[in-house]
């Protein structure tokens, strides 16, 4: 399976127990700053804009991060298998850093865009490289307590960051959502510079040289093709000038990664990444993961509002409750992949969620907010089931020296997931939207309409079918994702000994 250089009880034994402690904490206050920076910069969104302008262009304010942290995941992935996790997780939180000063230095809309770009780049290190370090700092067996940590991280910053970016907007100042990552990053990073003391790892021969013009070739490749999907049917049409002449470049310069990917001596993105059937059956997997968590995350908080009649504090709670029930189901399945497989274990989570995402259409309507509050709750404990066995079993089939690019190529395909989602969905939920209306206008003028006192039963309508749909768009990606571990996963992961 590989090259085995270090182990996962290397880098735990070199850093010691006490220290070890140290570098947990590194690695949540890391998670902490990744998390909250996708949940805290939206409710200060009208203040941004009516401090710097540019509404137009404001969604890039999310875009050109999430494109930043997609593309540069791959390469830091194998950056980190290459010179080890300490100086990539180094640099990348001194990148995320530098970006937040500069955004709370930014004298207009164009400026905090680019810098939101620079966080993305340091975010890309923070995620991908977070996770790796978690899996050699614990042996297989402790594993599931350190990725559920993690998974409680998220779902704190997931119910306090939107909370928070609103406090900070309102009685201090926008600029302060990103002032406040400096302090908890300086924090992180010295205790990693400080504490984090990775083994020194014997080398059969010279170190690879780093394939950069694969880096630059994945990163362009990734970020015009993520483009065209980010912005298709929202800045242009779908078949436009713009959109083709990205999709084709995108194409072009795909082919291009193969033909660089395939002549270099330690590629960006080696191909036993896609040839282990174990590392590309989750990929695929998580990649339908993805797909499906945005019906909830993008509509959900629209068809709470719009639809039940619930004010925006009480659509964030029928969202959130998902993120309680994750990381709990997360913690425990431990307890099922140990006696039925990492395979199984998946199936069963993932085959629950498609059976929840079916139920939301036979909802009654307009319903009550526990409804859709309890699906939302079974949801995350479902979803929990399936993807933390699959992040522990890829991590426990490879090396030390191949366990960054691996889980690397997990979270890309996770990523890249949520980017086509985002996409898909939208279109599914217009077309209905224009179909039941006439043509009336997309998801967001239909929302905006839906004010107390100036929605009409039609518009309402046509938004719980619209989200009806997309519901059945999500179950359709969880049965996808089922049927993928059912036919390419082994039945039993081959897991390397510690």
Request: net charge positive.
């Amino acid at each position: 399976m590989g090259s085995t250089t270090g182990t996962a009880g290397g880098t735990a034994q070199a850093t010691g127990s006490g220290r070890r402690g140290a570098v947990v904490a590194a690695l949540m206050l890391s998670m902490a700053l990744a998390a909250l920076d996708s949940t805290i910069v939206s409710t200060a969104v009208p203040q941004i804009v009516g401090d710097l302008g540019g509404f137009s262009v404001f969604s890039w304010l999310f875009s050109g991060y999430l494109l930043a942290v997609t593309v540069t995941l791959p390469v830091y992935g194998k950056l980190s298998d290459t010179f080890g996790r300490k100086p990539v997780l180094v640099v990348g939180a001194a990148l995320f850093l530098l970006g937040s000063l500069l955004c709370a230095l930014a004298w207009n809309m164009t400026a905090l865009i680019a810098f939101r770009v620079v966080q993305g780049l340091g975010g890309g290190a923070l995620q991908g490289t977070v996770q790796t370090l978690a899996a050699d700092l614990y042996p297989l067996k402790d594993r599931p307590k350190i990725q559920a940590r993690l998974s409680t991280v998220w779902a704190v910053a997931a119910v306090a960051g939107p909370g928070l970016g609103g406090v900070l907007a309102t009685y201090a100042d926008w600029r302060w959502i990103f002032l406040v990552n400096l302090p908890v990053g300086a924090l992180a990073l010295w205790l990693i510079v400080r504490h984090l003391h990775e083994p020194r790892r014997e080398s059969a021969g010279p170190r690879a040289r780093v394939d950069w013009a694969g880096a630059l070739a994945v990163f362009a490749c990734g970020g015009v093709l993520l483009l065209a999907v980010v912005q298709g049917g929202v800045a242009w049409p779908w078949l436009s000038g713009p959109s083709l002449a990205l999709f084709g470049t995108g194409l072009v310069l795909l082919a291009a990664v193969v033909v660089i990917e395939r002549r270099a001596a330690d590629p960006i993105m080696p191909g036993w990444v896609w040839r282990r059937r174990t590392i590309a059956a989750v990929n695929l997997a998580l990649g339908a993961l993805g797909l499906l968590m945005v019906a909830p995350t993008v509509f959900l908080p629209t068809y709470a509002q719009s639809v039940l009649g619930l004010a925006p504090a009480a659509a964030g709670f029928v969202l959130s409750v998902w993120t309680l029930s994750w990381p709990v189901s997360a913690a425990l399945s431990q307890h099922v992949y140990r006696r039925i497989g990492f395979r199984n274990t998946a199936m069963l989570g993932i085959g629950a969620a498609a059976l929840l995402l079916c139920a939301f259409p036979f909802l009654p309507y307009p319903g009550r907010a526990w409804q859709p509050t309890l699906l939302m709750l079974l949801l995350g404990a479902a979803l929990g089931l399936f993807q933390l066995p699959l992040l522990v079993g890829v991590q426990s089939t490879v090396g030390w020296s191949e366990r960054g690019t691996a889980t690397a190529s997990v979270l890309f395909c996770r990523q890249t997931g949520q980017t086509v989602g985002a996409a898909v969905f939208g279109a599914i939920a217009n077309g209905v939207l224009a179909a039941r209306l006439g043509g009336a206008g997309d998801l967001d003028s239909v929302t905006r309409a839906l004010e107390p006192g100036a929605a009409g039963e039609s518009a309402r309508r046509a938004i719980a079918d619209a989200v009806d749909a997309v519901y059945l768009g999500a179950a359709a990606a969880a049965t996808l994702a089922f049927l993928v571990l059912l036919t390419l996963a082994p039945r039993k992961f081959p897991v390397l000994t510690d």
